[in-house]
């Protein structure tokens, strides 16, 4: 089992850039392939963007590919989220998620991640 703590959200401009963390508890963190998500109010969780076990992979919305960039630190058990070039349309509560490398299903869906954060709310002021 694992827990997970984002931070970083906040207030920015247009244009500006935030960089989300989230941190993992467990020695296991590289069992797990973890994701972005977010979600608005009255809409469904949305898939931002993923990263598998070592980094080697990530893999984007295409909402946001070329802006956000994912990342994670094994060693620290902390995954990441820089988010340049926002945009109005990018507000939102932001969740990190875990699944383990096991599991099968889709990586896009949210219902195929086992562990949540409680979320960090990104707000982009136009």
């Known amino acids: 089992q694992v827990q997970l703590v984002e931070s970083g ?6 244009g500006g850039s935030l960089r989300l ?12 392939r973890m994701g972005w998500f977010r979600q608005v109010p009255g809409k469904e ?5 993923g ?7 990530t893999y984007y919305a295409d909402s946001v590919k070329g802006r956000f960039t994912i990342s994670r630190d094994n060693a620290k058990n902390t995954v ?10 990018d507000t939102a509560v932001y969740y990190c998620a875990a ?3 096991s599991r099968g299903g889709s990586v896009y869906v949210s219902r195929e991640y086992d562990y949540w954060g409680q979320g960090t709310q990104v707000t982009v002021s136009s």
């Open 51 to 57: 990263i598998n076990w070592s980094g080697g992979s």
């Open 9 to 14: 959200g906040g207030l920015v401009q247009a």
């Open 80 to 89: 990441a989220l820089q988010m340049n070039s926002l945009k109005p349309e």
């Open 45 to 49: 969780r949305e898939f931002v963007g």
């Open 21 to 32: 963390s989230c941190a993992a508890s467990g020695r296991t963190f590289s069992s797990y």
């Open 99 to 101: 699944r383990p490398n």
